[in-house]
């Protein structure tokens, strides 16, 4: 599996190449910088990118800019972003496109490699993954608007669970009920978010917008 990864501090740059390599992806291009990691995307159209948010010259969005650009030349590159502090900002605009394949992952999760492996792992798969520091700042904040007010609290838990990227077995064992019963609580979210069936769009994905834009 092809990796393109951005982070200007050498040491980390360095640690997370290795740590890939060591886990059998292939990072083709390593850079420090948003303009290079823009060319590198282009260039190598990676199975997945592992990208710092803030990167030079600017140090404020460089990186997920540059991603952003990336997947608009490629639809659906798969692009996990790194950040030092959580921003729901971020996780919108990679959300955007409702394309899967994205994550937002806090730094301080890579030194768990597990962690950090099956984050890109299923990011590469077209999976969508956030960071439970999101999802708990996401909770914290007040819900009287939308169509998100009308979900249960178990919905809640299910849709939380959802916006992690886990399966609807990974669901079922952490909240310790049956997967039929997980997929019961599923068609409801879609129903009371408006999400039709559709053979196109990504449906966690659409819940998981509505999620962070509530």
Known sequence: MRVVLAEDLFLLRDGLVRTLTEHGFDV???????????RALLEHRPD???VDVRLPPGFTDE????????????PGLPVLVLSQYVDQLYANELLASEDGGVGYLLKDRVTDTGQ???AVRRVAAGGTVLDPQVIGRLLSRGDARG????LTPRERDVLELMAEGRSNAAIAGTLHFSESAVAKHTASIFAKLGIAPSTEDNRRVLAVLAYLRR
């Open 147 to 150: 169509t998100i007010s009308a």
């Open 116 to 118: 950090f492996i099956d």
């Open 28 to 38: 083709v291009a390593a850079v420090d910088n948003g303009p290079s990691l823009l």
């Open 48 to 50: 997945v990118a592992v």
């Open 63 to 74: 990186g997920l800019q540059a991603a952003l650009e990336a997947r608009r030349h490629h």
